[in-house]
């Protein structure tokens, strides 16, 4: 007797071109380790951003700036042994991009050899055009990621909304449209406006995928701690909790305590 493995679909760069031109939106999250990635693939998520949000969200950093490749791809490595359909896109972080092209490449290679992660991503957009050319005629897939750019905080100064000024505005449509002609399959637009946004998605092929950019673009993506509520201290207007895992955690852990302390736990029937 033979046994048939029911075939998953992979989600491919290709797949996400088709999403947007037949009007399906793309769903991204991020994730960071190898149990919730699991979770959310399995629950049918399209891309998996393993975010340098990792700094703030696993190590605790106030910016996205300390973390490390090393550490970029133990995270991506953890998700990607997790994952059976989405595709994984990992953050390269700062300081591994921005010297030259030849690190650019070197740094998008670690990732994908290391990692077995299928695109990387990378903040930026003329700035970063020598960059993007030489990693993907590595063969390496890119997405761009404009607007608030948080590996910039530093000459921003602060995260809010990006591009409500003309010029601003006007340069984010021409980096779109660079990073598209440079060979990028998508691009993430965060914090701006959503009029804005939904001119860059119709000004381009590619998929736009907004955090803060509004409806009118191609999918969304959200930090998954966030959108689980788990991290309640970060409030933005864009930000929908799906969750309150953090009120049910909480009242996991009182009640072991509690049971622990009481000689509840464990009962005859959870011992050997
Ligand atoms: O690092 C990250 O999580 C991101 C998303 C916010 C797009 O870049």
């Known amino acids: ?50 975010g340098d949000s990792a700094s703030n969200v696993m190590a605790g950093n106030e910016t996205t700036l300390p973390i490390t490749l090393d550490q970029m791809i133990y995270h991506a490595s953890s998700v990607v042994k997790a994952v059976k359909r989405a595709l994984v896109v990992v953050d390269i972080p700062f300081g591994y991009y921005q010297g030259s092209s030849g690190e650019a490449l070197r740094s998008s290679i670690r990732i994908m050899k290391e990692s077995g992660a299928h695109a990387v991503k990378l903040e930026g957009g003329s700035e970063v055009k020598d960059s993007v050319l030489r990693i993907l005629s590595a063969g390496v897939p890119v997405m761009g990621h404009l607007g608030l750019t948080p590996q910039s905080i530093y000459k921003f100064g602060t995260y809010t909304v990006r591009a409500k000024e003309e010029a601003e505005a006007a340069k984010l449509i021409e980096d779109a449209k660079l990073l598209e002609k440079c060979g990028c399959f998508a691009i993430v637009l965060e914090k701006i406006p959503a009029t ?31 959108m ?41 029937k959870e011992k050997y």
Do not use: C, W
């Open 228 to 268: 689980l509520g788990i991290t309640m201290e970060f409030k933005p207007r864009f930000l929908r909790r799906y969750a309150d895992l953090q009120s049910v955690i909480n009242k996991a852990v009182n009640d072991y305590v509690a049971d622990v302390k009481a000689k509840a736990f464990p009962s005859d």
């Open 1 to 50: 007797m033979s046994v048939h493995k029911q075939e998953i679909k992979k989600i491919t760069t290709h797949q996400l071109q088709e999403m947007k031109s037949r009007g399906e939106k793309i769903a991204m999250l991020t994730a960071y380790d190898y149990s919730m990635a699991k979770i959310i693939d399995g629950a049918g998520i399209d891309v998996i951003l393993v």
């Open 196 to 226: 804005l946004a939904k001119k860059v998605a119709e000004s381009i092929q590619i998929p736009t995928i907004g955090i803060g950019a509004g409806p009118d673009v191609d999918g969304q993506v959200l930090v998954m701690q966030d």
